[in-house]
């Protein structure tokens, strides 16, 4: 299962981001990600019990990346 938290520390909450993903038989995988909302930090909370979540964070990573072309949004929590 994958997460994503838009934090704006304004105003002190955290929104959730729609997050669609689709898996095609070959294992090929493709997201799509709610972009343009603001946030002071995106937070990616997953849990990676498999291959195929594993391929499908890479993804969403990447296209946060693209979607916010800044790579200082993405905040990581061990």
């Given at each position: 299962m994958i997460q994503?938290?838009?934090v704006s520390r304004a105003e002190?909450?955290?929104?959730?981001?729609?997050?669609?993903?689709?898996?095609?038989?070959?294992?090929?995988v493709h997201v799509t990600?709610?972009?343009?909302?603001?946030a002071d930090v995106l937070q990616v909370h997953a849990?990676?019990?498999?291959?195929?979540?594993v391929m499908a964070l890479l993804m969403v990573t990447d296209a946060l990346r693209r979607g916010y072309r800044l790579s200082n949004y993405l905040s990581s929590r061990v």
């Open positions: 994503i938290f838009a002190n909450r955290r929104r959730p981001l729609a997050l669609k993903t689709l898996q095609f038989p070959g294992g090929e990600v709610e972009l343009g909302v603001p849990h990676v019990p498999d291959s195929n979540t």
